[in-house]
């Protein structure tokens, strides 16, 4: 039988570690963060003629995984302001996190992986609630 991170471990070899996608209009960005955990997180441009482009992205009221945590002003080269959340909060699985000590991998056995899909799908209820606020 597999272990929780090796059936993670299968689910990441096939999901990319790095997707840009449109939807309705606004550009996003789902990356994996190689260097930290190995968690994906999740990114929204905000479009300059949007009422909430100059809010700082703390600011913003959005819902979604964790709040949002990110705000850089570019992206694999992209430019622009971002708001983004990550999937690194407590009960998150985080796969590349097997260096930690033995408590923190036990607590990590009662967490979820967030998959692409559900990062994308996050992303998407970001966009959906921008367009209420114009």
């Known amino acids: 039988m597999k272990s ?50 100059d809010q700082k992205p703390h600011d913003i009221e959005i819902e979604c ?20 959340f990550d999937t690194a909060h407590y009960r998150d699985y985080m796969p590349f996190m097997i260096m930690l000590s033995y408590t923190q991998l036990k607590n990590m056995d009662e967490g979820t992986y967030k998959d692409i899909n559900y990062v994308r799908n996050e992303c998407k209820q970001i966009v959906e609630q921008l367009l209420l606020k114009k």
């Open 4 to 53: 929780r991170l090796e059936k993670v471990l299968d689910i990441i070899q096939h999901e990319p570690n790095y997707e840009n996608f449109e939807y309705k209009g606004y550009y996003c960005v789902i990356k994996r963060m190689l260097y930290l955990g190995g968690q994906l997180n999740g990114y929204v441009r905000i479009p300059e003629n949007h009422p909430v482009y």
């Open 65 to 84: 995984h964790g709040g949002i945590t990110f705000g850089p002003s570019e992206l694999e080269g992209e430019t622009g302001i971002f708001i983004g």
